[in-house]
């Protein structure tokens, strides 16, 4: 079973440019849900992704923007790029609630390092 | 607002030594889940442990065990007979439980890096 993948593992950005980056999430999952954590930091919740419909969403501006495809692969988009961005982007993906179960654990990628200069 | 406190912000023992993680948290929900992750120098957060709100009984496995009181809002980490592998960033997390979703969004702490000297 391949577990969550991110791409690219590592970027550099000048301010104001803009950034994709990308997650593929564990099979069978259908939830995906990103995370910034910048240095030294615990990782903030960005928005989470059900179902191509986006579920949820932290306190981070609308230049942060996401994406989820049919198989449930998803994209985080940051336009407008400033030096606070510079972080680490980690995506988690999750699977679909079964019978008997209240919850499921998030599965963490490697996550990819934003450098914006 | 949720909200987790590690005041521990660094830690360091010599190997063998037992070292307890520190994990105070706010909510308001009656229902929550807590969480510890570990993070090694690769950067991939990974998952040892969720304990649901509803159950305060101690668990062990192998050299992990947690502490969850809730009249003191802790849930505390404790290895015992630190290994160097144990060197690493540790977060505790928090995570309300709306019943029919099932993996809402995490709120961490700010980590205790724990350092392990051979």
New interface residues.
């Given amino acids: 079973e391949t577990g969550v993948t991110q791409s690219p593992t590592h970027l550099i950005k000048t301010r104001g440019q803009q950034v994709t980056l990308r997650c593929s999430s564990q099979s069978g999952h259908n939830t995906v849900s990103w995370y910034q954590q910048a240095l030294g930091q615990g990782p903030q919740f960005i928005f989470q992704y059900y179902r191509e419909e986006e579920n949820g969403r932290g306190n981070f501006p609308p230049r942060f923007s996401g994406l989820q495809f049919p198989n449930y692969s998803s994209e985080l988009n940051v336009n407008a790029l400033e030096l606070d961005d510079s972080a680490l982007y980690l995506c988690a993906s999750s699977a679909p609630l079964t019978s008997g179960s209240s919850y499921n654990e998030q599965f963490f990628g490697p996550g990819t390092r934003l450098t914006v200069l | 607002a949720q909200k ?1 406190t590690q005041a521990q912000t660094e830690i360091s023992v010599v190997e063998k030594e037992d070292v307890t993680l520190d994990c105070v948290y706010e909510t308001r929900d009656t229902t929550y ?1 807590l969480f510890w ?1 570990k993070q090694p120098p ?6 040892l442990i ?1 304990r ?1 709100s509803f159950d305060e009984q101690n668990e062990i496995s192998g050299r992990y065990s947690w502490n969850f009181q809730k009249s003191t809002s802790s849930f505390n980490f404790t290895i015992t007979a630190s290994q160097v592998v144990d060197s690493a960033v540790y ?1 505790c ?1 928090l995570s309300e ?1 709306r ?1 029919n ?11 205790t890096r724990l350092t392990i000297i051979p």
């Fill in positions: 987790v889940y992750y690769s950067g991939e957060l990974v998952f969720r649901n977060f997390a439980a019943s979703f099932g993996n809402e969004k995490l709120t961490f702490g700010t980590g």
